[in-house]
């Protein structure tokens, strides 16, 4: 079946510093999704692209749709401490999304 | 404008008993996704709906769970005879199908925890 790698699986950073986390798939899909997930509550859509090297913004936050239709990246600038989360990558297909294992973002104080 | 709603937030049962559980999507979506998440991992696929229509299974659900979206609004998870293994979030997502193929924008719930003892 589908699956997607996504890494890291965990980030340890200082504030201030940017991130970036990435997903790669053996299959084709037609829609990349990132979201976020903090403890207890569901995952929450920061970005979605539909087009294969589309570039997108949500404030700090940077992703791309790789050329290939296989692999995804996410930006984060200037990580803040209430970046603090789960960032989940998302592949869709067929009306269908698969999700990665997700990368755990931590931030130093 | 509400978001996804999920009913109860938080389910403890013992091994056995059933349970159901509910989600009310945003009012003009016309799908409805059910996930499983455990600890560590993404949310997996259950089904989906579109209007009242459920499209498609997972293989995952097994024959003591089923849904239901009886008027196309909101929907029923139920999972009879419940097994410790069954102890997972449970999530509902909501997207509208356009036909400009964003069709993948899904929006969740907070989600359901179910544990079973």
């Known amino acids: 079946g589908q699956q997607l790698n996504q890494s890291p699986q965990s980030m340890f950073i200082q504030e201030g510093e940017d991130v970036s986390m990435n997903c790669t798939s053996s299959?084709?899909?037609?829609?990349w999704l990132w979201y976020k997930q903090e403890p207890g509550e569901g995952p929450v859509l920061l970005i979605a692209?539909?087009?294969?090297?589309e570039l997108t913004s949500n404030g700090r936050l940077t992703a791309q749709f790789g050329i290939t239709r296989k692999d995804s990246f996410l930006n984060i600038s200037a990580s803040i401490p209430s970046d603090v989360g789960i960032y989940f990558c998302?592949?869709?297909?067929?009306?269908?999304?698969?999700f990665g294992k997700g990368t755990r973002l931590h931030i130093l104080p | 404008d509400t978001g996804v709603s999920q009913d109860p937030r938080h389910k403890i049962t013992k091994r056995g008993q059933n349970v159901t559980f509910r989600c009310d999507p945003i009012?003009?979506?016309?799908?409805l996704y059910w996930y499983r998440q455990t600890l560590g991992q993404g949310p997996e696929f259950l089904t989906y709906?579109?209007?009242?229509?459920?499209?498609?299974k997972s293989r995952l659900l097994s024959d003591r769970f089923s849904a239901e979206r009886p008027k196309g609004s909101f929907s029923t998870l139920e999972i009879q005879r419940t097994e410790q293994g069954d102890s997972a979030m449970y999530l509902c997502?909501?997207?509208?199908?356009?036909?400009?193929?964003?069709?993948?924008?899904?929006?969740f719930g907070p989600g359901t925890r179910l544990t079973v003892l």
């Open positions: 997502a909501s997207s509208l199908e356009l036909f400009s193929g964003r069709n993948n924008e899904q929006f």
């Open positions: 299959s084709i899909f037609n829609t």
């Open positions: 692209l539909y087009k294969a090297g």
């Open positions: 998302a592949g869709g297909a067929d009306d269908k999304i698969i």
């Open positions: 009012s003009e979506h016309n799908r």
């Open positions: 709906f579109q209007n009242e229509a459920q499209l498609e």
